[in-house]
DNA sequence: CATGATACATACATCAATGTATGTATGTTT
DNA sequence: AAACATACATACATTGATGTATGTATCATG
């Protein structure tokens, strides 16, 4: 049934569109922001009509929460897999991996869509709230059935919201490093390699 | 010159309906983000018409930079004042007062306008500058003369971005404090201090 | 005080985005 | 294969924002 094979040739059509259509809003996000984002830009990137846009969604903020989860998807290519340590380290190195990236912006365009437009807000709200779950440090450094220490997820979160502060500063220069990005990044893993090397002495 | 007393009547009644437009996009920005802040309905925030938003400023853009300008002077009314010590944990206590305030979001969004839009971008570059010098460790931790250390900047531009960091969740949010930003402040204050300390036994 | 400049308001034309209705080709099912 | 559904494309009407031109009252100045 999920099989490719056994899609009907009409499904598959849909889902090669609807991909067109997903990869061209989050294309237009990152290129001229949600304010040019328009469904007419996005139909042009795409190579569709705005028929098939309105036949697929009925309106931009359905498009857009399919355009969110597939930008997160694609900030979770870097996945925690076996080489990447669950820890304070791990998780410092995996967020940077992923608020480097250019989709990144997109997805910050759509939070700042989602506070903006009540349609959006309500439409979006699952999709943030299953997209903050990548960044909990529960999911990353903490073990499956373990808790985390206060300490420890205190770090993450800080951990967070500074890699958070360098994609938004990505997002707006456009260009690639910062100049403080290195040293902060620096600042950062200091402090995960402290928290991390105290979490082992605890057992 | 400067004085109010010797502003014409017509200086004042410019510099009063400038501060109106400002106002009001401003509060249109915060309210609604950029893409819904147009020429109407910053006219009618300010209860002016577009004759006077177009007599005064040739585009929104030119608008925007005063907007801006007058952000970052808002943000700037917790100053670095006597009371406020010149150190890491200063600068933190400082920036978090600064991102916290709901003008901060008015600010991201021109950052973005300005990366989105290439007009803006231009018009906008030296306010963005401008405004990013009130961020610059040299400023608040430096001395007057004195250069400060690299371990220093470093640990300020961390909390920078931090800070940015939870502004950014705060104008996304629209509520207030964010769940786990005690804990952040915390790591930061932290942080600070464990520079700040350093640094006295330097000498 | 008369003339010009300034600070707006009003009005209209234009344009781009959207909603929606309908057309059509291809696929699907019975 | 006939009837129906799906996946689009095309076309039109509507709407909201903008550019611009002009009107008008107040202010400034020789």
Same mark, same amino acid.
């Given at each position: 049934?999920?099989?490719? %094979?056994? +899609?009907? !040739?009409?499904?598959? #059509? $849909?889902?090669?569109?609807?991909? &067109? ?5 989050? *294309? ?32 931009? %903020?359905? +498009?857009? !929460?399919?355009?969110? #989860? $597939?930008?997160?998807?694609?900030? &979770? ?5 076996? *080489? ?120």
């Amino acid at each position: 049934m999920s099989n490719v %094979a056994s +899609l009907t !040739v009409n499904e598959q #059509r $849909s889902l090669a569109t609807r991909k &067109l259509l997903v990869d061209a809003a989050l *294309d237009c996000l990152v290129d001229v922001g949600f304010s040019r984002t328009t469904g007419v830009e996005i139909c042009r990137r795409a190579g569709v009509t705005r028929g098939a846009l309105n036949h697929h969604y009925a309106d931009l %903020a359905e +498009l857009f !929460v399919d355009a969110l #989860r $597939s930008a997160y998807d694609m900030l &979770l290519s870097p996945a925690p897999s076996g *080489d990447m340590p669950h820890n304070c380290e791990g998780y410092l190195r995996l967020g940077y991996a992923r608020v480097t990236q250019p989709e990144f912006k997109a997805i910050v365009e759509l939070w700042l869509a989602s506070r903006n437009d009540a349609e959006i807000g309500s439409q979006l709200a699952h999709a943030i709230a299953d997209g903050s779950a990548l960044f909990d440090p529960v999911r990353i450094v903490g073990q499956p059935e373990g808790d985390v220490e206060p300490e420890v997820a205190a770090a993450c979160r800080t951990i967070q919201e500074a890699l958070i502060g360098l994609g938004l500063g990505r997002a707006v220069s456009g260009a690639g490093e910062m100049a403080h990005e290195r040293a902060v990044f620096g600042v950062l893993l200091e402090l995960a390699r402290g928290i991390d090397s105290r979490q082992r002495n605890d057992c």
